[in-house]
């Protein structure tokens, strides 16, 4: 991974405001919500530094989760840019109209209920596409960002795929939320051909938003439907396709309750909850994939870092078509990605010959 990329995953990863917990005891713990008010306007005008200050004060004394981050990010999107750093120092210094100054008590005090920034300001970067973000839509995080890269990866190394390549690869995407990931590959991939689906139609639709917005809705069909429920509608979607991937909700149920108050008040449970022990939805994708998937076809999954040897020892005792090839792990060494295979492992093809 290129020095920039890491820097720019470890410094997202700290914005912990909407991110999930990992682990019995959760990344962050669980906090009281206080209840406060937002400042009062100020009577003259004053810098962007100046509000911005402000805020990160009033935010920390509010104990809301990076303060400094917060009014960043809402600061650097109210004057036309992506990060603080990014703007000039001079629009940094300049005093701020009686409107902008509105408009950053509105989207702070949004802030200041505990919604996430992404929220807040209505849209999210992921891997270079401005994405639309609205509640209760599972927002992306930096990890399925590698999930990502990790699936490209793959999908360029095999022969007539990747930039220029005639062949036409399809993929599958169960649980799309925003349309982060099928967007994601449809953009990097111009052969590729997508179908996603969501058991929420908030996530469908914005799926379908985000897809238009980007211009990739020819290549993109989204469905609201259920993996858990609409089993056999699902299957009867297309025809075998090379890849699926899913970000699942992979979260134990116990987990749920050690998550912080903009994920637990804002975001879909939906999407979160994954089971008594995070597998529920994975075992339905899993037993399903054989049919979805054409033959050497590739299942991806991002999962809690305790399951991959959980799913292994699943996948080998109840489905027979698939194999578990490997897992891989996210950039802070943490277990974090299956991948499977439809037909029988090397394992098995020697066994055949002996």
């Known amino acids: 991974m290129h020095g920039g990329l890491f820097i720019l995953i470890m410094w997202r990863r700290s914005l912990s405001a909407g991110y999930r917990c990992f682990g019995p005891k959760g990344f962050w713990g669980s906090h009281a919500v206080r209840r406060c008010s937002a400042p009062a306007l100020p009577a003259g005008r004053i810098t962007a530094l100046q509000a911005v200050d402000l805020w990160k004060t009033h935010f920390w004394e509010s104990g809301v989760t990076e303060p400094d981050h917060s009014s960043h990010y809402i600061m650097a999107h109210l004057l036309g840019g992506k990060t603080i750093e990014s703007l000039e120092q001079a629009k940094l210094t300049e005093l701020l109209s009686r409107e902008k100054t509105e408009q950053m008590w509105k989207l702070c005090t949004r802030r200041l209920s505990r919604m996430p920034v992404q929220y807040v300001i209505e849209e999210w970067d992921f891997r270079g596409l401005t994405l639309k973000m609205r509640p209760p839509v599972f927002i992306p995080r930096p990890e399925t960002e590698e999930l990502v890269e990790l699936v490209l990866t793959d999908l360029e190394m095999k022969p007539g795929t990747g930039v220029g390549a005639d062949a036409q690869q399809t993929c599958m995407e169960v649980g799309c939320g925003s349309g982060a990931i099928s967007l ?37 069909q989204v469905y609201h439907l ?17 890849t699926l991937v899913s970000n699942p909700p992979y979260l134990f149920s116990d987990d749920m309750l050690l998550l912080e108050p903009e994920v637990i008040r804002f975001e879909d449970h939906a999407a979160l909850d994954g089971g008594k022990d995070g597998l529920k939805v994975i075992k339905q994708i899993l037993t399903l994939a ?6 050497k076809g590739r299942v991806y999954l991002e999962v809690d ?9 699943w996948v080998e005792a109840n489905v027979e078509e698939l194999h578990y090839v490997e897992t891989r792990h996210d950039i802070t060494g943490r277990p974090r990605f299956c991948i499977l295979q439809k037909g029988k492992s090397n394992k098995d093809h020697k066994l055949d010959l002996d």
């Open 184 to 220: 994601s590959l449809l953009k990097s991939l111009p052969e590729l051909i997508a179908v996603a689906v969501d058991q929420s139609q908030d996530a469908v639709d914005l799926t379908a938003e985000n897809a238009l917005w980007l211009g990739l809705q020819d290549r993109l």
């Open 226 to 242: 259920d993996v858990m429920k609409d089993a056999e509608k699902l299957l009867s979607l297309c025809s075998p396709v090379s």
């Open 290 to 295: 054989p049919q979805i998937l054409s033959n």
């Open 305 to 313: 870092p305790r399951h991959p040897p959980l799913i292994r020892r």
